[in-house]
């Protein structure tokens, strides 16, 4: 990866698999970002949002049986960019959601990377 | 009653024509004349008294107080005895006419024969006058109708069997008119439409309101059965919204069929409307399962994912964890195409452009595909993208498309016969670096060997030359595969 434009980034990552997201943790060390915050559910996330403030979160849609919605509305209300990441693709985003970032679990560092730059305008 | 002697014609003397009774004079045995009359067809006098016994009706007539003039073959028949002239008749049309000089029309009467048998009879009876106007007599012509009564008695038998056998039935069907008025429905069709409909007022269809599958309202007079009607045809296929008057909605499938009459011309419609509630719900669940199961699968390639990279980090050389990974990635993208497939089929032109969707960036022109539409079973789709995976990789680090001016191409063609239907694919890499055959067999050509030979059942070649890659590919298709 020649240019990293999450390089130096503080990220929240929300994802309830710990395994997942140890993978997760190890591509955004390896992007450069300089702060990564893991959430494993939706009350996780808003209490870590009320205290950090990262420039770009990761949302997996679907987190032990809740989905990641109020999350994105709090991300959307506090304008932080975000990327779904789901195991249902596309169309298992809610309808409001469908116009968002979405990949496709499993996904490589390239692809993460090329939807992360995408959601900050980079 | 005075009773005279039976009469007998003696002449036609003083004989007028009025309509088709003819009048006669005649004697009665005592000499007094008297009137005697009966009933012919004018061409009757022409043919003679032997065409009044060819009638196939009973005819017969009377004077005044009711005595019999003449009968024909067949009132004898029908009576079952041939009664002397001059005797006294107690059928009451025709003694009715004697009281009132009025025509009696197709009155039914049953008579009972000498021998006890009895028989339902059609009469006709009209007054007899002489040129002043007198009543002199009536004329009857009856005839035998106990078949005709027995017949109509079976069809309404039928009719009646026919009506509880659908009001039996469990599925809700009513009929219409011409005009789409309804005519009949069933307990099923009104406990489906959640009211009673009305015969003759409700039009076209028994239900509150419709709408189309989208939630957008249909008039009633848009329904299928309305179109059915309109254009005299069966409607199938079409899906609707029914809403009861207490708001419930469901989805229901009717089957409005035309009704025609013996000379094909339209009188009416037959429907019945299926609910598919429970269809749609089973259908919704099977969909919402295999969602599910695609998720999991997803994230559980997600966690083999992370399992490898956290086990392999450090130990063994990056290339060999990304190696793996695209593997791994490669499996999971023909899951994708296969989920959205719903798990039935994928086209061999989507599996292509999947993988080579990595090496296309900025040099698209370079990999051309050629070929008709192929759909796959999920189990040819599956191993076909892994190997084409392989392939890729191979050409990716050493082959075509590891050098600027390389060039890929991938044809494919299906060969069909009455007993094959035969994939043929051809992978032809050109302008690379000089191809050196590998040393050692790897993962890529064993998968190409075995997963086409033995997994799939066809036959794979490849050929190191050294100015590129070739390889071909056969697979078997389905005979069924449309």
């Given at each position: 990866?020649?240019?990293?434009p ?8 929300v994802?309830?698999e710990?395994?997942?997201s140890?993978?997760l ?5 390896e992007?450069?970002c300089?702060?990564?915050?893991l959430?494993g ?10 205290d ?5 979160a ?8 809740e989905?990641?919605y109020p999350?994105?509305?709090r991300?959307v209300?506090l ?11 596309r ?8 116009s ?5 679990k499993?996904?490589?560092q390239e692809?993460?990377v ?9 | ?7 007998r014609?003696?002449?036609?003397e003083?004989?007028?024509?009025s ?8 004697v ?6 008297s009137?005697?009359?009966?009933l ?18 009973g ?8 005595l019999?003039?003449?009968?024909n ?9 041939s ?7 107690s ?10 000089g009025?025509?009696v029309?197709?009155?039914e ?5 000498s021998d ?9 009876v009209?007054?007899?006058?002489d040129?002043?106007?007198t ?5 009857t ?20 069997s026919?009506?509880d056998?659908l009001?039996?039935?469990?599925a809700a ?7 789409g008025?309804v ?10 439409a959640?009211?009673e409909?009305k015969l003759?007022e409700?039009?076209?269809?028994i ?15 848009e329904?299928?059965?309305?179109q ?7 409607i199938?296929?079409?899906e609707a ?5 207490d ?7 009717p089957y409005?069929?035309?009704?025609r ?7 009416g419609?037959?429907?019945?409307l ?8 089973a259908?919704l ?6 969602d ?9 390639l997600?966690?083999?994912?992370s ?19 695209a ?11 296969l ?16 993988v ?19 759909r ?5 789709a599956?191993?076909?993208?892994m190997?084409?995976?392989?392939l890729?990789?191979?050409a990716?680090?050493y082959?075509?498309l ?5 060039t ?5 063609r299906v060969?069909?016969?009455s ?13 690379g670096?000089p191809v050196e055959v ?13 997963g086409?030979?033995?997994e799939?059942?066809?036959a ?17 298709l ?5």
């Amino acid at each position: 990866m020649a240019a990293q434009p999450v390089a130096g980034l503080k990220i929240l990552v929300v994802e309830d698999e710990a395994i997942v997201s140890f993978l997760l943790e190890d591509m955004l060390i390896e992007l450069g970002c300089a702060e990564i915050w893991l959430a494993g559910s939706v009350a996780q996330a808003l209490a870590l949002l009320r205290d950090k403030a990262p420039d770009l979160a990761l949302l997996d849609v679907s987190l032990a049986g809740e989905f990641a919605y109020p999350v994105a509305e709090r991300l959307v209300q506090l304008q932080i960019p975000f990327v779904f990441a789901t195991g249902y693709g596309r169309k298992g985003i809610a309808s409001e959601w469908q116009s968002r970032l979405v990949i496709q679990k499993p996904f490589d560092q390239e692809t993460l990377v090329l939807a992360l730059a995408e959601a900050i305008g980079g | 009653m005075e009773h005279r002697g039976p009469l007998r014609v003696v002449g036609w003397e003083g004989m007028t024509v009025s309509g088709n009774i003819v009048e006669a004079l005649g004697v009665h045995g005592d000499g007094a004349a008297s009137p005697i009359v009966f009933l012919t067809l004018k061409r009757a006098l022409a043919a003679g008294a032997g065409l009044l016994d060819s009638l196939p009706i009973g005819v017969y007539t009377c004077d005044r107080e009711g005595l019999l003039v003449q009968h024909n073959r067949k009132a004898a028949e029908l009576w079952g005895r041939s009664p002397a002239p001059g005797e006294a008749l107690s059928e009451s049309p025709m003694r009715d006419v004697l009281a009132t000089g009025r025509p009696v029309r197709d009155r039914e009467a049953v008579v009972e024969r000498s021998d006890g048998s009895r028989a339902t009879i059609l009469a006709n009876v009209d007054p007899l006058f002489d040129d002043d106007g007198t009543l002199i007599g009536a004329v009857t012509c009856f005839q035998d109708i106990t078949d005709f009564k027995r017949a109509g008695a079976l069809l309404r038998d039928q009719e009646q069997s026919f009506r509880d056998l659908l009001e039996a039935l469990p599925a809700a069907i009513y009929t219409t008119d011409a005009k789409g008025k309804v005519t009949f429905f069933n307990r099923a069709a009104a406990e489906l439409a959640g009211r009673e409909p009305k015969l003759g007022e409700d039009e076209w269809c028994i239900t509150w309101r419709l709408y189309h599958s989208d939630g957008m309202p249909m008039p009633h007079d848009e329904c299928p059965m309305a179109q059915a009607l309109k254009r005299n045809e069966a409607i199938r296929g079409a899906e609707a919204i029914v809403e009861r008057p207490d708001g419930a909605r469901f989805p229901m499938i009717p089957y409005p069929t035309p009704l025609r009459d013996a000379d094909g011309k339209l009188i009416g419609a037959v429907n019945m409307l299926v609910d598919i509630s429970e269809r749609k719900k089973a259908e919704l669940q099977q969909k919402a399962l295999v969602d599910e199961v695609n998720h999991r699968v997803k994230n559980t390639l997600a966690t083999v994912q992370s399992l490898a990279g956290q086990t392999l980090r450090g130990v063994v050389p990056n290339a060999v964890r990304d190696a793996f990974e695209a593997r791994l990635l490669a499996l999971s993208r023909v899951h994708d195409l296969l989920a959205r497939q719903q798990w039935e089929c994928a086209e061999l032109e989507t599996i292509l452009k999947d993988v080579f969707a990595p090496y296309r960036q900025g040099r698209a022109d370079r990999i051309r595909l050629g070929g008709g539409a192929v759909r796959l079973s999920p189990r040819a789709a599956l191993t076909l993208a892994m190997v084409l995976h392989e392939l890729a990789t191979n050409a990716a680090k050493y082959g075509a498309l590891s050098a600027p001016e390389g060039t890929l191409t991938v044809t494919w063609r299906v060969e069909e016969s009455s007993q094959n239907r035969d994939l043929h694919i051809e992978w032809q890499e050109a302008g690379g670096p000089p191809v050196e055959v590998p040393r050692a067999t790897g993962f890529g050509s064993k998968l190409l060997k075995r997963g086409i030979e033995q997994e799939l059942g066809g036959a794979a070649r490849i050929a190191f030359d050294p100015e590129g890659v070739r390889c071909t590919i056969d697979i078997a298709l389905p005979l069924s595969d449309g």
